[in-house]
């Protein structure tokens, strides 16, 4: 388990302190948690439950509840490969198979050096640029299988990592 | 503002300036880009910072404005340039097109004709978009002002008719309010068609401390971006109809549940209510009405399910995503317990238009029992992907080819899926089905919240049902074994079936666990998760069995089931494919074919893998699919 430290905890209790005045501020907190460290592992929830008084297990069952929150750290780029009806019959398979071949790493899994994780997204909504690919939120447009190298490379050469 | 006195005034300037804009007066012109997602993505930004550059070097700017409008709805065309008042429609613009544009028509009035939208079936060049057959059939009721108004500025949206429903409610008695809506006909447009004033008038009737309107924009149906693209173009829109509802009912608060992954809309919202906030028109005692009303945002977190709205409440609340059973209804006992309506985005989108110009004006179109309009999400394999409104009662045919401009490629068209997962496919047959809630179901799919993805014949029903399931089966929340299991089992059976090894029993197991499935599950995600394997049973049942009998798939999509052939008479016997096969199970001949120097090489069928390497190594098209 990762070791959390002050300054971790005191933001952790700051962003629960942001939603004081909420009935019901747990999803609002995990979300603020998971945009700000990429992933809400144990010792993180046990915190908040002590800020909030929420249950460690209610909080876990939040957690493993909804495809944005995780519990083990993400990669540095995250390759959303939007897998909604629109995307799929236009071939986002074959798009997050490339990624996959190409990774090494099925989707939900992040390289061994931390670099990249994919993920296959439901529908992003944009659906009249199908197949669509986000990575750390920019869209890439109508993709084809022979782009994804390109894409990958781009984006190693950038660096980062473990 | 703090008077309806002032409201009026601030509307009639807001309108004089927004129609200046749009007609040119004073010899202005506006060049408007749109701001959604798709044309985002592709560079919009880049275009606006251009023409702003350009704008400013030649010193126009007090004759030419540019800046960001919604959604045009025509997505598959952006990122889209409209230039006012000459209504001209320039699409697939690059930034390197900008240039030309600002040097031709925005100097010197003359219209670049290589960016004109080309009719697909004419090979037309249109210049406005009016005249553009993706649009004409088209009314704009629930996107109202999309594409027109700059959604960022509670001005322009004023100027395009905003809060002058609200500003009529509040002058009526609640009950008023109710009736208004119910003789609209409004029915719910989050799929299940729910009669809008019935639901208003059952919380209207429960008397509590407090009551809530809820707001539903987790629009999980994957290939459906309706709301998405209203949240986007015209948020105000929504809010307005969101206090209208709160006033009928007697709520003060009112909660939107947006989809985290759509950041924009959740941008566009929040800057709305800030700026309703500023104006006088959300807050305490609005404009001396007495009527008190604020508007607060939740983000969904990937959970297909909290569309259902009792476990959007749950997830409202802080907890699990799960369905709560019903009765009690919300409009019982929702959010917190208090007394709560749910209406999707689109629903309420539409009320503004019904205070405003009246529910028979709403009811205008539509067939009996369906009023108004609806917005879909066309998308897959047909020309125009895009966003649609059509009149209630446009067949399918009008949808498919007059609006989205057919199957592209000359391919042959198959099945349009209608309800996402929940609903089903209609087929040729279908297509001249006039399109409202109760024909949609009659004819073994449904309306849905809109998402409409055509299919042409390379696509393989049976993946499609096994796409759906797939989504069902990982998208269940766990709560009733049913859904649990039964899906996960029904995915199984569509898996072997893909693979080649299903049974005909399996068919018979497949309609049985379907059965089960939905009588015996809690929400609507497990009561309608085998829609899609019974509507393509039903249409395709010969695919199907092609895939257990034969063991081939006719639309070649199912991998596993992919025969991997070389004819022998045009290949060269480079040997590419035998060096890129993974296993080695190419291996050359002793047959040379005529013209040819080389032996030929052949496939081993029972080693292949189906990875489909030989294939894109092949220069000379010799290696084929069966």
């Known amino acids: 388990m990762a070791h959390i430290s002050d300054a971790g905890v005191t933001k952790i209790c700051e ?37 909030t008084g929420i249950s460690v297990a209610e909080i876990y069952g939040v957690v493993t509840f909804y495809s944005f929150f995780s519990l083990e750290p993400k990669g540095k780029y995250v390759i959303g490969c939007c897998m909604g009806t629109a995307c799929y019959v236009k071939g986002a398979q074959l798009v997050m198979d490339k990624f996959s071949e190409i990774l090494g790493i099925a989707p939900g899994e992040t390289t061994a050096d931390g670099m990249f994780t994919i993920d296959a997204l439901r529908c992003i909504g944009a659906c009249g640029i199908a197949p669509a690919v986000t990575i750390n939120g920019k869209v890439y447009p109508k993709l084809s299988v022979d782009q994804v190298p390109g894409i990958v490379a781009e984006y190693k050469a950038l660096g980062g990592g473990n | 503002m703090k008077t309806f006195a002032e409201l009026d005034a601030k509307i009639c300037n807001c309108t004089e300036a927004l129609q200046g804009k749009i007609k040119g007066a004073d010899g202005t012109r506006a060049i408007l880009l749109c701001g959604g997602t798709g044309c ?82 004419t090979g037309e060049k249109v210049a406005k978009q009016e005249d553009i057959n993706f649009y004409k059939k088209q009314k704009r009721i629930a996107l109202h002002g999309c594409g027109v108004i700059n959604p960022e500025d509670i001005n322009e949206a004023m100027g395009e008719g905003a809060f002058v429903g609200l500003k009529r409610a509040l002058s009526m008695s609640q009950k008023e309010v109710i009736d208004e809506v119910l003789a609209s006909g409004l029915r719910g447009r989050g799929g299940a068609g729910f009669p809008s004033g019935r639901k208003w008038s059952f919380a209207y009737a429960n008397e509590a401390d407090q009551k809530y309107v809820v707001c539903n924009g987790d629009e999980g149906d994957p290939g459906a971006f309706m709301d998405r693209s209203i949240l986007e173009g015209n948020p105000f829109a929504v809010l307005e109809g969101m206090m209208i509802a709160g006033y009928a009912i007697g709520a003060t608060e009112g909660y939107f549940y947006v989809r985290a992954e759509y950041p924009i809309a959740v941008a566009r919202l929040k800057n709305a209510i800030k700026q309703m906030n500023e104006a006088g028109i959300l807050g305490e005692n609005i404009m001396g009405s007495g009527f008190s009303f604020q508007a607060h945002i939740r983000l969904g977190a990937g959970a297909f399910v909290c569309g259902e709205e ?126 409202d809630f109760d024909n949609l179901v009659a004819k073994g799919s449904m309306m849905g919240s809109g998402g409409a993805i055509v299919m042409d014949e390379d696509n393989c029903m049976v993946d499609v049902a096994k796409f759906y399931m797939e989504f069902i089966c990982d998208e269940s929340c766990g709560k009733c074994s049913p859904c649990r299991i039964g899906t996960k089992r029904m995915l199984e059976i569509l898996t072997r079936i893909t693979e080649g090894n299903g049974t005909m029993e399996d068919l018979e197991e497949l309609e049985e666990l379907g059965k089960t499935v939905k009588a015996n599950s809690l929400c609507a995600l497990g009561q309608t998760a085998a829609n899609p394997i019974i509507s393509t049973l039903t249409h395709f049942k010969d695919e199907y069995l092609a895939h257990i009998v034969d063991k081939k798939c006719p639309a070649k999509v199912c991998k596993k089931l992919i025969q991997y052939t070389i004819v022998q008479d045009q290949c060269f016997g480079c040997g590419m494919c035998a060096k890129a096969c993974p296993v080695g199970c190419i291996q050359q001949t002793d047959y040379t074919a005529p013209g040819k120097k080389l032996k030929s090489y052949q496939i081993d069928a029972s080693k292949c893998v189906k990875c489909g390497a030989c294939l894109a190594t092949c220069k000379f098209k010799a290696i084929i699919q069966k």
């Open chain 1, 15 to 51: 962003i629960c302190d942001r939603y004081a005045n909420e009935k019901t501020p747990l999803m609002m907190i995990l979300s603020d948690i998971q945009n700000e460290y990429g992933y809400i592992p144990l010792d993180v929830q046990q915190i908040v439950s002590e800020k």
């Open chain 2, 40 to 121: 985002l993505s592709s560079n919009s930004m880049d275009i606006k910072a251009k023409f702003e550059k350009l704008i400013a070097d030649n010193n126009m700017g007090d004759k030419v404005t540019c800046n960001i409008v919604g959604c045009f709805g025509f997505c598959s065309q952006g990122p889209f340039v409209k230039i006012f008042p000459e209504d001209t429609l320039y699409r697939l613009v690059q930034v390197e097109d900008v240039e030309e544009i600002f040097e031709k028509d925005i100097k010197n009035g003359e219209i670049v004709e290589r960016l004109l939208y080309v009719e697909p079936l």
């Open chain 2, 310 to 435: 009792t476990a959007l409440l749950n997830s409202i609340e802080g907890k699990r995503g799960m369905p709560r059973p019903r009765p009690p209804f919300p409009a019982v006992k929702g959010l917190w317990g208090k007394p709560t309506i749910v209406n999707n985005v689109e629903t309420l989108a539409c009320v503004p238009y019904i205070l405003r110009e009246g529910a028979e004006k709403f009811a205008e179109c539509g067939t009996e029992k369906s009023k108004g309009t609806k917005v879909f999400a066309l998308g897959g394999k047909v020309n125009n992907v895009g966003l649609v409104e059509i009149p209630m009662g446009t067949t399918l045919r009008e949808l498919i080819y007059d609006i989205g401009g057919g199957i592209p490629n000359g391919k042959e068209f198959k099945a349009i899926q209608t309800g996402g997962p929940s609903g089903g496919c209609l087929t040729k047959e279908a297509l001249d089905e006039p399109i």
